[in-house]
C-alpha cells in the first residue's frame, strides 16, 4: 500500500479485521494515533493501520492491551525493561531448534533484542554449531 493513500474508519477496522468500536476504543485508550482531519473529514493512514495491525498481533500474543500500552511508550527509548514475572503471565518466546538435542530459547524484550537482532543471533549461533560440528567430524 501507498503512503499517500488514506483510509475511512470503515476501511482500517475491515484491514485489521476489528470492529469500528474496538478501533474507536484504541485511539480513546493511545494504543493508536487520532485520525487526520476533524469530523467528516477525518481520514486515516497507512501508519495507522500499521499501529492497529501491531496492537492486534501482540493481542493474539497474550500481551494485555496495559502491556502494549507500555510497549508502545517505550518502543521508541530502547529495549523494553521485562515485565515483571507472576503467576499467570503471558510471555512470547523465540526457540531455535539447533539439531537434534540442541535448542535455544530467548524471550527477545527481556534480552534487549530487536527482531533483526534474534534474526542475526539464531543465524551466529547456527553457523557456530555447524563449524564444532564439523571440525569434531574432521577428527
Known amino acids: 500500500m501507498n503512503e499517500s493513500k488514506t483510509f475511512t474508519l470503515d476501511e482500517i477496522a475491515a484491514l485489521a479485521e476489528l470492529p469500528r468500536r474496538t478501533v474507536r476504543y484504541y485511539i480513546q485508550s493511545g494504543l493508536i494515533d487520532r485520525p487526520q482531519g476533524v469530523g467528516k473529514g477525518a481520514y486515516y493512514t ?60 530467548l524471550e527477545p524484550s527481556r534480552a534487549g533484542l530487536t527482531p533483526e537482532q534474534v534474526r542475526a543471533f539464531f543465524r551466529a549461533v547456527t553457523q557456530a554449531y555447524a563449524q564444532i560440528h564439523e571440525s569434531e567430524e574432521k577428527e
Open 46 to 105: 497507512q501508519h495507522h493501520v500499521e499501529q492497529l495491525l501491531l496492537v492486534r498481533k501482540w493481542q493474539l500474543a497474550g500481551l494485555s492491551l496495559e502491556r502494549i500500552g507500555e510497549v508502545l511508550k517505550q518502543q521508541a527509548a530502547g529495549p523494553l525493561p521485562p515485565t515483571p514475572r507472576r503467576a499467570g503471565t503471558v510471555e512470547v518466546w523465540s526457540h531455535l531448534v539447533v539439531a537434534d538435542g540442541v535448542e535455544l530459547t
